[in-house]
């Protein structure tokens, strides 16, 4: 099994910034994709970031140049900087683990709440 524990999110004014985190532990596979999601309410959760072992990243666009993604393999964990935020960045953001070797699939967090006041 593999444990995900988030922390970070928070309220923020629009233009602030926010750094969530998240550690993995239990049965990580050595080769593995981390990332963040996020899903506000009504709508589906999306991706936001994601970035490989690696060090391969990808983007959702309308974060790019705002968000940075990045990761500690030493301590399993991922990072995401958030800034210039938005009140349409407002959501549950979630990290996610790939594992592409054994035990392969997808592990998720409990999710941290992100709120951007205007």
């Known amino acids: 099994q593999v444990q995900l524990v988030e922390s970070g999110g928070g309220l923020v004014q629009a233009g602030g910034s926010l750094r969530l985190s998240c550690a993995a532990s239990?049965?990580?596979?050595?080769?593995?994709?981390m990332g963040w999601f996020r899903q506000a309410p009504g709508e589906q959760r999306e991706l936001v970031a994601t970035?490989?072992?690696?060090?391969?990243?990808n983007y959702k666009d309308s974060v790019k140049g705002r968000f940075t993604i990045s990761r500690d393999n030493a301590k399993n964990t991922v990072y995401l900087q958030m800034n210039s935020l938005k009140p349409e960045d407002t959501a549950v953001y979630y990290c996610?683990?790939?594992?592409?070797?054994?035990?392969?699939?997808?592990?998720w967090g409990q999710g941290t709440q992100v709120t951007v006041s205007s």
């Open positions: 970035i490989t072992t690696g060090g391969r990243t």
């Open positions: 239990g049965s990580i596979s050595s080769i593995n994709r």
């Open positions: 996610r683990i790939t594992n592409f070797l054994t035990p392969p699939g997808d592990y």
